[in-house]
């Protein structure tokens, strides 16, 4: 679908991994980002995020930034925390298909 998602409200939906590092979360597709705006993130919309824009501006930011993504977090709290520099690659070797 050549994008991803999170949710935003007066900033950017993030939560934090095992060890306490911050994350930015990541969805595959509207209907699950807008699933998990609960609780801390009630209020918040689900927006849609270029997949250029994610790979070649968002996560070198948050690499930089020392943030973290979590994918596909659940309204239970699970998701999949991938490190940046792998998701840049898989995301790019995706991309090349098209």
Same mark, same amino acid.
């Given at each position: 679908?050549?994008?991803?998602?999170?949710?935003?409200? +007066?900033? $950017?939906?993030?939560?934090?991994?095992?060890?306490?590092? =911050?994350?930015?979360?990541? $969805? =595959?597709?509207?209907?699950?980002?807008?699933?998990?705006? @609960?609780? +801390? $993130? /009630?209020?918040?919309?689900?927006?849609?995020?270029?997949? #250029?824009? @994610? %790979?070649?501006? @968002?996560? =070198?930011?948050?690499?930089?930034?020392?943030?973290?993504?979590? %994918?596909?977090?659940?309204?239970?709290?699970?998701?999949?925390?991938?490190?940046? /520099?792998? @998701?840049?690659?898989?995301? #790019? +070797? #995706?991309? /090349?298909?098209?």
């Amino acid at each position: 679908w050549e994008a991803a998602w999170s949710l935003y409200q +007066n900033g $950017w939906a993030m939560g934090s991994d095992d060890t306490g590092r =911050p994350v930015f979360q990541l $969805w =595959p597709a509207k209907v699950y980002a807008a699933a998990c705006a @609960l609780g +801390n $993130w /009630s209020g918040y919309e689900a927006t849609k995020i270029s997949i #250029e824009e @994610l %790979v070649h501006e @968002l996560l =070198p930011k948050l690499s930089k930034d020392g943030v973290g993504v979590a %994918v596909f977090s659940t309204p239970k709290g699970k998701a999949v925390f991938p490190e940046i /520099s792998q @998701l840049q690659v898989d995301l #790019e +070797n #995706e991309m /090349s298909r098209y």
